[in-house]
């Protein structure tokens, strides 16, 4: 009996386990015992088509004595196929023990998903074996290349044989990944494809989830110490570029949309964390305000306006006339009998200067008298309030 799965896979079965089912105990003596066999044991002669050949699907007592004598392990191909769907899987696994190859299932990304949601609707089938890992590692480069990828019933993202399973050295298996990828890109393009479609699909839950599991991931002191010391290594080994990078980064951070950005999600966050915004704002007044730090601000200060002559200039310019934007008040200079508005100035420091330059007040200290008039505090010869100055009623414009 065979079931075609797709275009390239099929799968056979010597007897129809339907039939078998139907055979009544009572005439087991008169069938053959290969058939015998697969209705008491199951083992029913199975192969599997991938493409153009047929392999032989291992039985379990098979399976367990196809231990290696190399290494003393197992390393098997297996098809995973969705009986429901049709859908199919094809990985290899390499383990050391017969319980740890009973537990694997496979590792492909989109196999996982689909294997989670619908667990009992798989079914695995060993059909090759290998000495070693890296012979499973050229059984799967043959079967699994670009011509079963494009099947749309294939879970496979990427061509096999992307790398040696071995484990002794993590390191150097990674840079042998790495520069597998990098030399056969068209392998990866259906997981690239698949993975732009995921970012693509809008905030699902699974993103969320996915999200929210790195970030408690890299949140971790372990990771926080990796993360920092490879930032360390590499700006040591990379000065230049380590600048570069800086820069771009203070360039970005300058932007406006940056800004606000920053400034719309610090409110936020002090919307929903009020005690813990207070708690950081006293503990940030303690920080500025000690000794070592007034010193520190003042040390790098002194230097900054040393190298920067110019600019400390014009910042001094800036904050007082800032200063003084903030602290000078509008004052109405008024006539003494009928009361009336004669003029209004825009602080008390330009109506002392102009009477100065109409000869009626030597210097501009006569703000002082301005101001005294304009508050209405007593004179200073005790005879009440004062309510005139060089002639003339002074008060504020607001």
Not at 102 to 107: L, M, N, P
Not at 113 to 128: S, T, V, W
Not at 161 to 174: H, I, L, Y
Request: aromatic content about 10%; proline content about 3%; some cysteine.
């Amino acid at each position: 009996m065979e079931i075609e799965i797709s275009e390239y896979v099929s799968f056979y079965q010597k007897y129809n386990p339907f039939e078998l089912s139907m055979i009544n105990p009572t005439e087991y003596t008169k069938i053959p015992y290969e058939k015998l066999n697969a209705i008491l044991f199951g083992n029913n002669p199975t192969k599997i088509r991938i493409k153009d050949t047929w392999y032989d699907v291992l039985t379990y007592s098979d399976a367990v004595r196809t231990i290696s004598k190399s290494d003393n392990g197992y390393h098997f191909l297996y098809i995973q196929i969705n009986w429901k769907t049709k859908e199919y899987y094809i990985g290899k696994v390499n383990r050391k023990r017969w319980s740890e190859i009973r537990r694997y299932q496979g590792s492909g990304i989109r196999f996982k998903q689909k294997y989670k949601k619908h667990q009992e609707d798989f079914c695995r089938y060993l059909f090759a074996y290998a000495n070693t890992n890296d012979g499973t590692e050229h059984i799967e480069k043959v079967i699994v290349d670009e011509v079963l990828l494009n099947d749309p019933k294939c879970l496979n993202l990427v061509c096999g044989g992307g790398g040696t399973s071995e484990q002794s050295d993590n390191e150097e298996r990674k840079e042998r990944i790495r520069a597998h990828m990098k030399s056969h890109p068209e392998q990866y393009e259906a997981m690239m494809q698949k993975a732009k479609e995921l970012y693509h699909s809008g905030q699902t839950q699974a993103l969320k989830m996915r999200a929210q599991s790195i970030k408690n991931t890299m949140s971790d002191e372990k990771y926080s110490n990796m993360f920092r010391e490879r930032i360390m290594q590499w700006r040591n080994e990379n000065p230049e570029e380590y600048e570069k990078a800086r820069e771009n980064n203070r360039i970005a951070a300058q932007s406006e949309e940056s800004r606000l950005k920053r400034k719309l999600s610090r409110e936020k966050w002090i919307a929903e964390h009020p005690e813990e915004h207070k708690i950081q704002q006293q503990q940030l007044i303690a920080a500025r305000t000690t000794p070592e730090a007034i010193e520190k601000r003042k040390a790098s200060l002194k230097l900054w306006q040393e190298t920067h002559p110019e600019e400390a200039k014009e910042n001094a310019r800036r904050r007082a006339a800032a200063s003084a934007a903030k602290n000078s008040k509008r004052v109405h200079m008024c006539d003494l009998e009928t009361g009336e508005i004669i003029t209004t100035f825009d602080s008390q420091a330009a109506a002392a200067q102009w009477l100065v330059d109409q000869g009626i007040a030597k210097n501009t200290n006569c703000k002082s008298s301005i101001s005294q008039v304009c508050l209405q505090k007593p004179c200073s010869t005790g005879y009440g309030i004062r309510k005139k100055a060089y002639g003339f009623g002074w008060k504020f414009a607001d």
